[in-house]
């Protein structure tokens, strides 16, 4: 009981916090005020995970946690690398919410319980190794980030985006259910060890082969339990592939995106992907994709996943480069993004060792996956806050025609905006660079080259459409007569700003130092989450 | 490839033994309830005699005609209060099971009881503060 | 993640390290490079907070920092490099270095490779350091004077701050990538610099040609450096040494052979034809991955160091604040390619015919530019085409093999070449921004100072024998390029002999010109007579010199006003450089005088440890009499250049105050127009490239943006709305869409499961052809083997196995290419009952044939 409320601290922090913050949202006089105790809760569970992180340094101290959860909730490294992005994401957007809500008359203390419960649910999400512990945090994580969409409640575009995605994440989230009720129906467990288990061996049912006619029956059976679980597969990758944003089942994210309140849209951007994305690598890799302890292909989902890699990064990048909103831009790419970080995703079940210590092709992919996710959390942040910063009430800067001029205007924000554009679009020495450059590696190292062709071509692509906003700061004038987005003054946005600028510049620079604890973390994983190795 | 008639005799042979797997028989009465269904529906337009007229095509034949939309709006009030009802509701039903168990559950289970009343009490009074439980505002 | 600490509680004795720091750890180092990245910080984020003084003082003190580092760095790589050596050992450690962190992996060839950021201070770099730090010092305290009306000084410091610290990295890194990082910095600094008054149109410009020419040479490096690590498996200096001077080493193999036909480069260099490939590799000699990387290099050289053809850039240049144009655009940057050279010469060596072009093309620049340069009337206009010829100079020097003379020159350049440079910014700035010839003389009287140093460092440009650190270097140079033999085209050295003689006589003429035109006869600025300017009386503050090129507004008096000198911070730097423009090249004393190496080339010549290439340098024996012949050779025809360029023109514009030269202009009217016009090289560049390529790019704009761009959008807008045409038909509400994508998508991820069986095959070759297998599909997935590659698969056509393992021993077959191959196959059928075959051939050792 002690260890299993050590290793959930990141998430208790969260959770207590969040009740707290309801109380005092309650007794207080005034609306406000939340945001400053709302980031420290997450950075607190931030810090909680770097405390933890030499918990969970050997097998002997996973397998005390995991007696400790009975094989609900994953503790290890992984788990908290991805705890670790979403308290950052989570932190830095209600420090971002903190002006933003007030500079548009938005401030009500619900913001910051929702964000903190939502955070909880995606740790929750990101660390479970059991069926119904993925569909509890699932929508804890949802419940919150719906109702985040739909704050501005005047704004008939919020309603509209969060009515769609939530209708349609109600659907995906029906579709994970019948895909989990389907694998412990075919397999009678919900933990990811147990159904491994039970899949890993022939169906075999106690006494049946005896009977007359019983070998045919138990072949039929196996029969139909093969195809189940193949089904049950797809369905789960659809759900979980729904919150990521991925083609096809990416229609919610523009509408949704652009509708939230910036801080919302900055959040839901990076750490419902990193949360989902987590319980992905669990599911797929652990349930599927290493039953042999060896290169496997599991029933296909690295070549449907390539598919839906390349369909969202086609997708994703074609429709970004018509949009004329930056917003709506951002939230087009982050289909992109998520098709990047599918492409590394793929070779995660590959386990041909690497030289040089590097642990498995396999490893090396999931790793590039957490590093992707970080690199994508620091930079995404920073953009929509420079973005916000860029306008206030009067006129807040979203599209392209806003932002000109910004760099004579404003230079400060133009520079920092210019930093995490650049990284997006994955220039070095940004961090963005390096986290293409170690899934490009990682496709190409499992002889995914025409994969890595299309992340390539992709990535240009992308340049095109993220410079354009570079383009517009640094060499346009706004039009004459057009109303100025005027810069808002915020200290918590000025501060998100330049620890997000800092990170990706020494990302950037030290990306071997980063990538090393990436691949520390999914080195040794309750659930496995790469190819390990075979003995 | 074993056939589908094969798979279902065989299913029916060893339904003493898995109850995991009859689902045949749920097929089957799916699939009698779909195809009777249709049928009736079928016929009664096939066969049945038409002759339409005007005053026969109205939605009330000898009604008086409507007015105003169809929808009526009623008060998010309404929807609170039921929401609200059906959490606490909930919480209510989960009583009755843990009390039966209660003895064999120990202290965890006691533990956790008063944690989630504990949640739940917190959220009853934050819509206490919050004025939900105000009909009148 | 703690282990951030841990990391940090590393750094903690490298600290403690400072005082006693050995070679391969020597902080000192990165403290040379970091001390101008925190002046350029300060000054680009609180320069306006601090003032203009507190600027001044953080721009200049952070460089003088460096400076003084970089003096005891130096001092200790003298010691290091001079201490007793071991027993056995051939010499102790030439270098210090200090690496400051793991960079990322990085694929190169067929390993991997970790890129380091490490700094590295060896002979070579030592003295670039040197030049670099202690130029960059005065120009900064010069600036200060310069810069002392303008309103964007903490800009201006940043930029120059920012320029030195790129420029150490270009210089301090001991690997390609950090060079060319450097490469990339010094580049954006000066594009910076150029147009820092870019509310002029005609200044930004002209930080955007050398922007656009400077990516040109930018495509030859990241090419060049792509070939040489790709070939050598390194990037990093040392290394690729190590392996180039092993006599038959893998990488000088790798380097010398020639690319085949499919090979990426020289399948796009011959557009596809094996025709045109056969023929490219009759005509250009050393047509090998080794030369192309040289060539490649040498073009990015030719870019930044402005040779022929891309020069272009740096006359226009001249844009920027003057002590810009004497730090990056006469000093530092436009060095950086001879640096280059240099700091590869161990690859050069091995290509002569690329050395050759070098050669070649370093001896036409000298004397084209030096033509340009003799009729000249901008001072800096002059002074840039001077540049750019000596600079031809020093790659003539590198193309000759005489590398150590190239960078001897460097170093002497810099004296003399920043002293004139500043000298001019002092004459521009005592005179309104005039800086037409002709409306300046007779400036001795006025600003003596300035006159002094100027003189002096003339002399040392044209080469006054046996006093000035020009004569020396020229000299040396002279000597090397006639004496050397260049194996693959014996000509080259007296060839280039020949022209940089004629370029040097043309060097001694118009920079006497230019010091005549301004110091000497009548002064011609503006009246200086107060009765002139019966109008200004009044306000007369409110009049400042804009008609020429630096129009950022010095304070002046009153418009009858001299000349006056200006303050001591912008003279005491000249003084500096002047003394060393004579003093500077003693450390070169040539053989003859001294029949012993000069302490120049003995520094260098570790570098120059080439195993047995040596083609001309330091390996020759002095003793030999033909050698004592050039020398002397030598000597006479610098003298010779010397004595009749600054002859003629003393002549010409002394004694006949510049008649001769009317009079030739209006004989040879058409020649005398093409050379003031530069040769027409920019309108032709502008016909040949500028234009068609504008031309090119409206058409390829209207055509791609309106057909294939717009066309791309408009087909993505088409889909969804489609799509969503189709699914109204049968309900309205986008959101219905929305769900009905989902569903169209999940539908078609079951059909891929379910018609699609995808496995892989993982083969392990064992000795004596046998062969594991091990196949990999998933639930449900069963599977016939046919090991043997025979197309009978068991166990029958019909049954399936769950069988995941094979083992087999093969009888494998040759191939046309000399490999041998064994094929396998399995064919595999899912939980649908859909079926796949897999078929792989497995390439086994080709040494097992014997040892079956």
Not at chain 1, 289 to 298: C, E, I, K
Not at chain 1, 404 to 411: F, I, T, V
Not at chain 1, 449 to 471: D, E, F, K, P, Q
Not at chain 3, 212 to 220: A, E
Request: hydrophobic share 50%; charged share 15%; aromatic share 12%.
């Amino acid at each position: 009981m002690k260890d299993m409320l050590l290793y959930l601290l990141p998430i208790v922090i969260l959770a207590v916090g969040g009740f707290s913050l309801m109380l005092v949202d309650a007794f207080q006089k005034e609306e406000g005020g939340l945001a400053i105790p709302t980031a420290m809760l997450h950075f607190a569970s931030g810090a909680a995970c770097l405390a933890l992180w030499n918990y969970a340094g050997s097998p002997a101290d996973l397998a005390r946690a995991a007696s400790a959860f009975n094989g609900w909730l994953a503790f290890d490294r992984t788990t908290l690398f991805l705890d670790l992005i979403i308290a950052l994401g989570g932190g830095l957007a209600s420090l971002l919410a903190g002006s933003y809500l007030n500079e548009h008359k938005l401030e009500r203390g619900e913001f910051y319980t929702l964000i903190t419960f939502a955070s909880a649910g995606c740790m929750m999400l990101a660390g479970a190794t059991d069926l119904i512990m993925v569909f509890i945090g699932l929508e804890t994580m949802s419940l919150g980030v719906y109702a985040m969409t739909a704050f501005r409640r005047t704004n008939a575009r919020s309603q509209e985006g969060a009515l769609k995605y939530f209708l349609l994440g109600s659907f995906a989230a029906a579709l994970l259910l019948y895909g989990s009720a389907l694998l412990y129906g075919m397999t009678g467990h919900t933990d990811l060890a147990g159904i491994r288990a039970a899949l890993a061996a022939p169906l075999d049912v106690p006494g049946l082969a005896a009977q007359e006619g019983g070998a045919l029956a138990l072949s039929v059976q196996q029969t139909v339990r093969d195809r189940v679980v193949i089904l049950a597969m797809v369905l789960v990758i659809a759900g979980l592939a729904f919150k990521i944003g991925a083609v096809p089942f990416h229609m919610w994210v523009p509408d949704a995106y652009e509708g939230a309140p910036t801080p919302a849209t900055a959040y839901m951007a990076v750490t419902v992907k990193a949360a989902a994305f987590g319980a992905m690598l669990r599911v797929l890799v652990g349930v599927f994709g290493d039953t042999t302890g060896a290169a496997s292909l599991a029933g296909g989902w690295p070549g449907l996943l390539a598919w839906l890699a390349v369909a969202s990064m086609v997708i994703g990048n074609l429709v970004a480069l018509s949009q004329s909103s930056i917003k709506r831009m951002l939230a087009y790419s982050s289909i992109a993004h998520g098709g990047y970080i599918l492409a590394a995703f793929v070779v995660t079940p590959r386990a041909e060792l690497l030289p040089g210590g590097e642990g498995t092709v396999g490893q090396s992919a999931a790793a590039s996956v957490l590093f992707y996710l970080l690199a994508y959390a620091v930079s995404n942040i920073g953009a929509f806050g420079a973005l916000m910063l860029a306008g206030s009430r009067g006129k807040e800067a979203v599209s392209y025609d806003d932002v000109a001029g910004l760099g004579k205007r404003h230079p400060a924000v133009a520079l920092a905006l210019s930093f995490f554009i650049l990284s997006l679009a994955g220039i070095p020495p940004m961090v963005g660079f390096f986290a293409k450059y170690n899934v490009i590696r990682s496709a190409l190292e499992a002889n995914y080259t025409w994969l890595a062709i299309a992340l390539m071509v992709n990535s240009a692509i992308g340049v095109y459409y993220y410079l354009r906003v570079l383009v517009k700061m640094y060499m346009h004038d706004p039009a004459p007569g057009a109303t100025r987005a005027e810069p808002m003054v915020s200290p918590g946005i000025w501060l998100t700003l330049i620890f997000t600028a800092v990170l990706v510049l020494v990302m950037g620079a030290m990306p071997q130092t980063f990538f090393g604890y990436a691949l520390e973390a999914v080195k040794l994983a309750v659930a496995p989450v790469a190819a390990a190795a075979t003995p | 490839m074993p056939t589908l008639v094969q798979a279902l005799s065989a299913v029916e042979t060893v339904n003493s033994v898995s109850l995991r797997y009859q689902y045949g028989p749920i097929f089957m009465t799916v699939g009698f309830a779909l195809i009777i269904a249709g049928a009736v529906f079928a016929l009664a337009t096939f066969l049945g005699p038409k002759n339409p007229t005007p005053e026969k095509l109205l939605p009330y034949e000898s009604g008086s005609p409507t007015t105003g939309a169809k929808h009526v709006r009623l008060s998010v009030k309404f929807y609170l209060t039921a929401l609200l009802f059906v959490i606490f509701d909930i919480e209510a039903v989960f009583l009755y099971p843990w009390a039966s168990l209660y003895q064999s559950l120990g202290w965890a289970g006691f533990v956790e009881m008063i944690a989630f009343l504990t949640m739940l009490t917190i959220g009853l009074v934050y819509c206490w503060k919050k004025g939900a439980l105000e009909w009148e505002t | 993640m703690s282990a951030v600490l841990q990391s940090l509680a590393q750094v903690a004795p490298q600290v403690s390290n400072f005082v006693s720091a050995s070679p391969s750890t020597y902080p000192v180092l990165g403290l040379i490079l970091l001390f101008p990245l925190i002046g350029s910080i300060i000054n680009g984020f609180w320069g306006k907070k601090i003032g203009r003084e507190g600027v001044y003082i953080t721009g200049i003190a952070t460089v003088a920092m460096s400076f003084v580092l970089s003096l005891l760095a130096y001092a200790t790589l003298y010691k290091t490099t001079h201490a007793p050596v071991a027993e056995g050992a051939a010499h102790g450690p030439s270098q210090l270095s200090f690496l400051l962190w793991d960079w990322f992996r990085a694929p190169v060839g067929a390993g991997v490779v970790q890129l380091k950021i490490r700094y590295v201070l060896d002979e070579l770099s030592g003295v670039m350091l040197l030049v670099v730090t202690g130029v960059g010092t005065l120009i900064h305290i010069y600036s200060a004077g310069y810069m002392s009306h303008d309103e964007g000084y903490a800009r201006y410091f940043a930029y120059l701050n920012l320029f030195m610290f790129s420029m150490l990295n270009l210089i301090l890194g001991d690997s390609l990538v950090l060079l060319f990082v450097g490469w990339e910095g010094v580049g954006l600094c000066s594009y910076l610099l150029i147009g820092f008054w870019y509310t002029n149109t005609a200044y930004a410009n002209a930080g955007r040609k050398a922007f656009i020419v400077n990516r040109i040479g930018d495509v030859g490096v990241i090419l060049g450096m792509t070939i040489l690590a790709w070939k050598t498996g390194s990037f990093e200096f040392a290394q690729i040494r190590e392996t180039l001077n092993v006599q038959g080493s893998t990488a000088l193999t790798a380097l010398a052979e020639k690319p085949e036909f499919n090979d990426v480069v020289a399948y796009f260099l011959s557009f596809g034809r094996t025709g045109l490939y056969d023929f490219w590799m009759r005509v250009i000699p050393e047509f090998t991955w080794g030369g192309a990387a040289c060539f490649f290099l040498f073009v990015g050289c030719t870019g930044k160091s402005a040779q022929l053809p891309l020069y272009v850039w740096l006359p226009d240049a001249m844009a920027g604040p003057t002590p810009v144009s004497a730090l990056i655009h006469a000093a530092t940057m436009v060095t950086a390619g001879v640096y280059l050279l240099c700091r590869l010469s161990f690859v050069y060596v091995h290509f002569p015919s690329v050395l050759a072009l070098i050669a070649v093309t370093g001896a036409l620049t000298a004397l084209f530019a030096a033509s340009i340069a003799l009729v000249q009337t901008e001072l800096k206009k002059v002074l840039a085409y001077s540049t750019v010829s000596q600079l031809g100079f020093m790659f003539a020097a590198c193309g000759v093999g005489a590398f150590s003379a190239g960078l001897f020159h460097v170093y002497t350049h810099a004296m003399f070449k920043a002293c004139l440079f500043l000298g001019a910014g002092a004459v521009m700035h005592a005179c309104r921004d005039k800086q037409d010839l002709r409306e300046l003389g007779g400036l001795y009287k006025f600003i003596p100072h300035t006159f002094r140093t100027f003189l002096v460092a003339t002399l040392a440009i044209i080469g006054t024998p046996f006093v000035t650190a020009g004569f020396y270097s020229k000299d040396e140079l002279l000597f090397r390029a006639l004496e050397s033999q260049n194996s693959n085209h014996p000509w080259v050295g007296k060839f280039v002999f020949v022209v940089l003689v004629l370029a040097a006589t043309m060097t001694a003429f118009y920079m006497c010109r230019l010091l005549f035109l301004t110091f000497f006869g009548k002064f011609k600025g503006w009246s200086l007579s107060k009765a002139d300017y019966p109008e200004h009386v009044e306000h007369a503050h409110d009049d400042h010199g804009h008609d020429a090129h630096d129009d950022h507004g010095h304070g002046h008096g009153n418009p009858w006003d001299a000349p006056k000198e200006n303050p001591a911070l912008m003279y005491i730097p000249l003084y500096v450089l002047a003394f060393m423009s004579v003093v500077g090249g003693f450390v070169g004393l040539p053989y003859l005088f001294t029949h012993k190496e000069s302490v120049w080339g003995e520094w260098l010549i570790r570098s120059a440890e080439h195993a047995g290439k040596p083609i001309t340098d330091w390996a020759i024996t002095m003793a030999d009499p033909r050698v004592h012949t050039a020398e002397v050779t030598a000597m006479i025809a610098g003298f010779f250049a010397f004595a009749v360029g600054s002859g003629v023109a003393y002549w010409v514009y002394i004694k006949a105050d510049g008649a001769p030269v009317r009079a030739l202009a209006s004989s040879a009217r058409p020649l005398y127009q093409l050379m003031v016009d530069k040769w027409r090289v920019d309108e032709l560049y502008d016909f040949v490239i500028v234009r068609p390529l504008r031309f090119a790019s409206d058409v390829a704009a209207k055509f791609i943006d309106r057909w294939i761009i717009d066309g791309l959008v408009n087909l993505v807008g088409m889909i969804p709305r489609a799509l969503s045409a189709v699914v109204r038909k049968l309900q309205t509400g986008v959101v219905h869409t929305y769900a009905a994508v989902m569903v169209f998508g999940l539908v078609a991820m079951i059909a891929w499961v379910e018609f699609r069986p995808t496995v892989s095959l993982a083969a392990t070759v064992e000795a004596n052809n046998r062969i594991s297998l091990e196949v990999h599909g998933g639930p449900g997935y069963t599977y016939q083997w046919d090991p043997e590659g025979d197309g009978t698969f068991a166990p029958t056509n019909d049954e399936y196995t769950t069988t995941t393992r094979q083992s087999t021993t093969c009888t494998p077959q040759d191939t046309t290419d000399g490999r041998r191959v064994c094929r396998v196959a399995v064919r595999a059928r899912n939980a649908f009952g859909y079926t796949t075959t897999v078929t792989r051939f497995i390439e086994v050792p080709t040494g097992d044939r014997e040892g079956r």
